[in-house]
């Protein structure tokens, strides 16, 4: 039986050994989309404006809500829920995908040999192409209604690393546990809608009674939400120690899903 390394050199080393494969797939899959569609690749633009839109609308005409009790214009509200919305969207995207990935591809289990281990990471750059599109129509809006973005957005790719590291150890283990469990998926698409109003999308932490506040921080998602908004919008550095135990934190994550994605793959066969 073949053996699959799971060191935490073999995790960065798979993803960069098979980059073209990755590059074409990702391609593929963000093209295959639109496919047959009219407007095309234009749809990824257009979603995210209708999107933003209609959030405007709903929270700010009809709830009229305001971030933290302020005077924030609509337009305002609108860009802070929004950005919230872009963290969560790439995080639910990639972890609904992930328990069909291998179900969805079975004839690279069985009749070719493939690197199956780059599959949750080829539907992550999915996601992430969208979640780009999402960012630059949030900088658009921003810049029209507000003026020129802070200077701490360039603090954005210290956020988003670890969180990639974060998402792809989940996915490893949700695209292992889907073959053998066809209940995970359902199961994930609940705990997605209860994460969504378990974050701080809709609203402030500040909104919550302070004693109950640091309940809401066992909620991965979380500190990612709070501390990407911080950087985009609010112009304000991030917690970097809070960052530094993130990152070691996600990368075990990472590792930890990898090896079990690399322990449990030999039986996919024989459960296919």
């Known amino acids: 039986m073949r053996h699959f390394s799971a060191?935490?050199?073999?995790?960065?080393?798979?993803?960069?050994?098979?980059?073209?494969?990755?590059?074409?797939?990702?391609?593929?899959?963000?093209?295959?989309?639109?496919?047959?569609?009219?407007?095309?690749?234009?749809?990824?633009?257009?979603?995210?404006?209708?999107?933003?839109?209609?959030?405007?609308?709903?929270?700010?005409?009809?709830?009229?809500?305001r971030w933290s009790g302020g005077g924030e214009s609509k337009t305002e509200f609108a860009l802070v829920l929004f950005s919230g919305l872009i963290v969560f969207n790439l995080f639910s995207e990639c972890i609904n995908r992930a328990p069909g990935l291998i179900l969805s591809n079975v004839n690279y289990v069985k009749k070719v040999v493939f690197p199956l281990e780059i599959l949750p990471f080829v539907a992550f750059l999915s996601a992430l192409f969208h979640a780009a599109i999402s960012l630059c129509v949030w900088l658009s809006a921003y810049v029209i209604f507000i003026g020129t973005p802070p200077i701490t957005i360039f603090y954005l790719p210290l956020i988003l690393i670890p969180f990639v590291m974060f998402i792809m150890g989940i996915s490893w283990v949700l695209t292992s546990l889907g073959v053998y469990l066809r209940d995970a998926g359902q199961f994930v698409g609940i705990l997605t809608a209860v994460l969504m109003f378990l974050s701080p999308v809709f609203y402030p932490i500040t909104s919550l009674p302070e004693s109950y506040r640091y309940l809401l921080y066992f909620n991965p998602l979380t500190l990612v939400i709070e501390q990407f908004r911080a950087v985009l919008y609010f112009g304000k550095a991030p917690y970097f120690s809070l960052l530094a135990v993130y990152w070691v934190a996600t990368f075990?994550?990472?590792?930890?899903?990898?090896?079990?994605?690399?322990?449990?793959?030999?039986?996919?066969?024989?459960?296919?």
């Open 7 to 65: 060191t935490p050199r073999e995790m960065l080393a798979t993803l960069w050994r098979h980059r073209d494969l990755i590059n074409a797939s990702t391609k593929r899959e963000v093209l295959g989309r639109y496919r047959g569609s009219s407007l095309g690749l234009l749809w990824s633009f257009f979603n995210p404006v209708f999107m933003l839109i209609i959030y405007t609308f709903v929270f700010s005409v009809v709830f009229k809500a």
């Open 252 to 272: 075990f994550a990472a590792w930890l899903g990898f090896a079990w994605f690399q322990k449990t793959r030999k039986g996919f066969a024989d459960v296919l």
